[in-house]
Structure formats: structure tokens, C-alpha cells
């Protein structure tokens, strides 16, 4: 597997925070633990969900951007 010279991208990012979350909820859900590492690991999703949610707005706002685009190239195609 070769890595992107550049380091990690948004979709790694991404991914790499999904699965991070996903082990932090299995971990919450099995029980047994006490007070203070539930609220760390709490803790630590709610910054997991944090860092998620922006990636994903940002994308969405690149999909606007390009569908943005798309609308006005296909009018000037049109015009031509």
C-alpha cells in the first residue's frame, strides 16, 4: 500500500475518525466501565463527532462548488 507523499487526506481523515468512533462506541456500549473512563471516552467522541461533522461540511460545501460549476458550464454549452 503507498501513501500519498502530500500525508493524509480529508477521506482518511475521515475514515480514520469514523473507525476511531465506531471502537469508542463498542467500548461504551460493552459496560463495565467506571465513571471516569466513560467520560473520557465520552469526552473523546464528542471531539471525534466534532472533527467529523466539519470534514463533512466542508465537503459539502466542494459539492456545492462543483455542481455550481457543472450548472454553468452546461449553460454556456448551450449559448455556443
Known amino acids: 500500500m503507498s501513501l500519498d507523499p502530500k500525508g493524509p487526506?480529508?477521506?482518511?481523515?475521515?475514515?480514520?475518525?469514523?473507525?476511531?468512533?465506531?471502537?469508542?462506541?463498542?467500548?461504551?456500549?460493552?459496560?463495565?466501565?467506571?465513571?471516569?473512563?466513560?467520560?473520557?471516552?465520552?469526552?473523546?467522541?464528542?471531539?471525534?463527532?466534532?472533527t467529523l461533522f466539519e470534514i463533512l461540511s466542508q465537503s459539502e460545501g466542494r459539492v456545492e462548488e462543483l455542481l455550481a460549476d457543472l450548472d454553468r458550464i452546461s449553460f454556456s454549452r448551450g449559448e455556443g
Do not use: A, H
Open 9 to 50: 487526506t480529508e477521506t482518511d481523515n475521515f475514515d480514520i475518525g469514523l473507525e476511531k468512533l465506531k471502537i469508542i462506541v463498542e467500548k461504551m456500549e460493552s459496560g463495565g466501565l467506571g465513571l471516569q473512563e466513560s467520560l473520557k471516552l465520552f469526552e473523546e467522541g464528542v471531539g471525534v463527532s466534532r
